[in-house]
């Protein structure tokens, strides 16, 4: 028999806001996070804004050991999987069963940048001892694993910019495939920092003044950061025990282009959709909201609404969040989710934050300015990364 | 041709793994090869070479301060650029 999974906690640090409420009412405002970025050598770069997450107070409690062996990303991701577990009610016993995958593209990139700079740059000869343990990409799941005493899989996944993605869609599997009855999965990421940005930078790809997804106007993406984690739980797991779900995840579908390193493909694209449906049993009319992998860049703007088109047709509503928390890399996919819950939950879609006068060649419904009021059964979430590395989630309303 | 011509065609031909002479400047970038990413990387060399900074947006080449349109417009848009850091 196959199970159903749904969505029983949530979790969050971003741009926007510190928590799910936080975002999840900043989303509806259509409030965008990217300003001005304020850290070391911001001086020398050319591109100088970003959706930073500011004023953050960290984690309650957190010792000076703890502060030796955390990165940024893991600090994010703690502080996300503190709060989805808080919401979902689960503990103890039921907590160990459980497994963890979270996506991230940089992992541990302050700490290698801190590093570097102390021995390369200061001519230090040592550096501390934690550094190994503190950048690793699997630093994330492994403390949230330690903090939660889960005993079930733990692991990282990196797929650049579908990293959140992916984990979602993995640890959905080890679900409704009855492996563990719940698990953690999101994505965090906290690359906005000198070498980080001036990487990007290199690519020429970045917005010098705004995020605008499928605007006329649009000129690049701007980077973001922070965490989004989900508690995903056996559906009659749930029930059970009483648990509200947010959301069902109803499929995952991902497939790769064999393509072009970074340029996009609409029949990737489409073939990765087409999967999500198929494996959720979801006709194409069913799709209320698509939240689009929306980068603001013309490239993918113009292959993912040709993909959308082919599969959805052009009446489904659409709209991007990354004019909101902006691109935060390999984290991105889990703080979409939260947009796809606000559809989903509230019957609320968010606004494309930053867009304009949407794009006529697009030829897609594009929700700008307000949210909109729908009625939202299906919905899908789409993640498109370099390498040409596609993964799309598929959710309806629990 | 000038000194700065030649290597700004160079730079172009090593990036499109041609051979400099036969290149024209009526060349587009796609026509010798170039596709965006390695348009990136030419512009890339170009600013290290010269010690510039080229105005150009991947997302939108066309939109750019810096024409890329031909190699002739690449070569005399490095021609101001060296020009105004005298």
């Given at each position: 028999?196959?199970?159903?999974?749904?969505?029983?906690?949530?979790?969050?640090?971003?741009?926007?806001?510190?928590?799910?409420?936080?975002?999840?009412?900043?989303?509806?405002?259509?409030?965008?996070?990217?300003?001005?970025?304020?850290?070391?050598?911001?001086?020398?770069?050319?591109?100088?804004?970003?959706?930073?997450?500011?004023?953050?107070?960290?984690?309650?409690?957190?010792?000076?050991?703890?502060?030796?062996?955390?990165?940024?990303?893991?600090?994010?991701?703690?502080?996300?999987?503190?709060?989805?577990?808080?919401?979902s009610g689960l503990e103890g016993a039921d907590l160990a069963q459980a497994g963890v995958i979270l996506g991230t593209a940089a992992g541990g990139i302050a700490t290698w940048e801190d590093n570097y700079r102390a021995v390369f740059a200061e001519g230090k000869d040592r550096v501390p001892p934690l550094v190994v343990p503190r950048l690793m990409h699997n630093a994330a799941p492994a403390h949230v694993s330690i903090r939660h005493g889960l005993r079930g899989l733990a692991f990282s996944v990196s797929s650049a910019c579908a990293s959140a993605s992916h984990a979602l869609g993995l640890a959905f599997r080890e679900v409704r495939e009855g492996r563990v009855p719940m698990m953690l999965a999101g994505g965090s990421e906290a690359m906005l920092l000198f070498g980080g940005v001036k990487a990007w930078e290199g690519l020429r790809v970045l917005s010098p003044d705004a995020c605008r997804p499928f605007d006329v106007q649009r000129n690049g993406m701007v980077m973001g950061e922070g965490a989004a984690v989900f508690v995903l739980e056996d559906a009659d797991h749930a029930a059970a025990r009483g648990a509200a779900p947010l959301a069902e995840i109803a499929g995952f579908g991902m497939t790769a282009d064999a393509g072009d390193i970074v340029a996009p493909s609409a029949e990737g694209a489409a073939a990765a959709m087409r999967a999500a449906l198929a494996d959720a049993g979801m006709a194409a009319a069913e799709v209320g909201y698509v939240n689009a992998h929306g980068t603001g860049t013309l490239a993918n703007d113009r292959a993912e609404a040709a993909a959308l088109r082919q599969v959805l047709g052009d009446g489904v509503a659409v709209s991007s969040t990354k004019g909101a928390h902006g691109h935060a890399i390999g984290a991105t996919g889990a703080l979409e989710l939260l947009a796809c819950i606000a559809a989903l939950r509230d019957g609320t879609i968010p606004p494309t934050a930053g867009c304009l006068t949407p794009d006529p060649d697009c030829g897609l419904d594009i929700v700008t300015g307000a949210a909109r009021r729908a009625e939202v059964a299906a919905a899908l979430s789409n993640s498109f990364a370099f390498g040409g590395l596609n993964a799309v989630l598929a959710l309806r309303a629990a | 041709m000038d000194d700065l011509e030649a290597r700004v065609i160079g730079i172009l031909a090593a990036q499109a793994l041609i051979e400099p002479a036969t290149v024209r400047l009526t060349d587009d970038p796609a026509g010798i090869?170039?596709?965006?990413?390695?348009?990136?990387?030419?512009?890339?060399?170009?600013?290290?070479?010269?010690?510039?900074?080229?105005?150009?947006?991947?997302?939108?080449?066309?939109?750019?301060?810096?024409?890329?349109?031909?190699?002739?417009?690449?070569?005399?848009g490095v021609r101001r650029l060296v020009a105004a850091k005298a």
């Amino acid at each position: 028999m196959s199970r159903r999974v749904v969505l029983t906690g949530a979790g969050t640090v971003n741009a926007l806001a510190h928590d799910v409420p936080g975002t999840l009412a900043a989303l509806v405002q259509g409030r965008s996070g990217i300003g001005p970025l304020d850290f070391r050598d911001v001086d020398r770069l050319t591109i100088r804004i970003g959706a930073q997450v500011r004023g953050w107070p960290g984690l309650p409690g957190m010792t000076p050991r703890e502060a030796a062996l955390w990165d940024p990303f893991t600090r994010y991701a703690l502080a996300a999987a503190d709060e989805a577990v808080a919401m979902s009610g689960l503990e103890g016993a039921d907590l160990a069963q459980a497994g963890v995958i979270l996506g991230t593209a940089a992992g541990g990139i302050a700490t290698w940048e801190d590093n570097y700079r102390a021995v390369f740059a200061e001519g230090k000869d040592r550096v501390p001892p934690l550094v190994v343990p503190r950048l690793m990409h699997n630093a994330a799941p492994a403390h949230v694993s330690i903090r939660h005493g889960l005993r079930g899989l733990a692991f990282s996944v990196s797929s650049a910019c579908a990293s959140a993605s992916h984990a979602l869609g993995l640890a959905f599997r080890e679900v409704r495939e009855g492996r563990v009855p719940m698990m953690l999965a999101g994505g965090s990421e906290a690359m906005l920092l000198f070498g980080g940005v001036k990487a990007w930078e290199g690519l020429r790809v970045l917005s010098p003044d705004a995020c605008r997804p499928f605007d006329v106007q649009r000129n690049g993406m701007v980077m973001g950061e922070g965490a989004a984690v989900f508690v995903l739980e056996d559906a009659d797991h749930a029930a059970a025990r009483g648990a509200a779900p947010l959301a069902e995840i109803a499929g995952f579908g991902m497939t790769a282009d064999a393509g072009d390193i970074v340029a996009p493909s609409a029949e990737g694209a489409a073939a990765a959709m087409r999967a999500a449906l198929a494996d959720a049993g979801m006709a194409a009319a069913e799709v209320g909201y698509v939240n689009a992998h929306g980068t603001g860049t013309l490239a993918n703007d113009r292959a993912e609404a040709a993909a959308l088109r082919q599969v959805l047709g052009d009446g489904v509503a659409v709209s991007s969040t990354k004019g909101a928390h902006g691109h935060a890399i390999g984290a991105t996919g889990a703080l979409e989710l939260l947009a796809c819950i606000a559809a989903l939950r509230d019957g609320t879609i968010p606004p494309t934050a930053g867009c304009l006068t949407p794009d006529p060649d697009c030829g897609l419904d594009i929700v700008t300015g307000a949210a909109r009021r729908a009625e939202v059964a299906a919905a899908l979430s789409n993640s498109f990364a370099f390498g040409g590395l596609n993964a799309v989630l598929a959710l309806r309303a629990a | 041709m000038d000194d700065l011509e030649a290597r700004v065609i160079g730079i172009l031909a090593a990036q499109a793994l041609i051979e400099p002479a036969t290149v024209r400047l009526t060349d587009d970038p796609a026509g010798i090869g170039l596709d965006s990413l390695g348009m990136v990387e030419a512009i890339f060399a170009i600013e290290e070479a010269f010690g510039i900074s080229v105005p150009f947006n991947a997302n939108e080449p066309g939109a750019s301060d810096f024409d890329i349109s031909t190699v002739g417009a690449v070569v005399e848009g490095v021609r101001r650029l060296v020009a105004a850091k005298a």
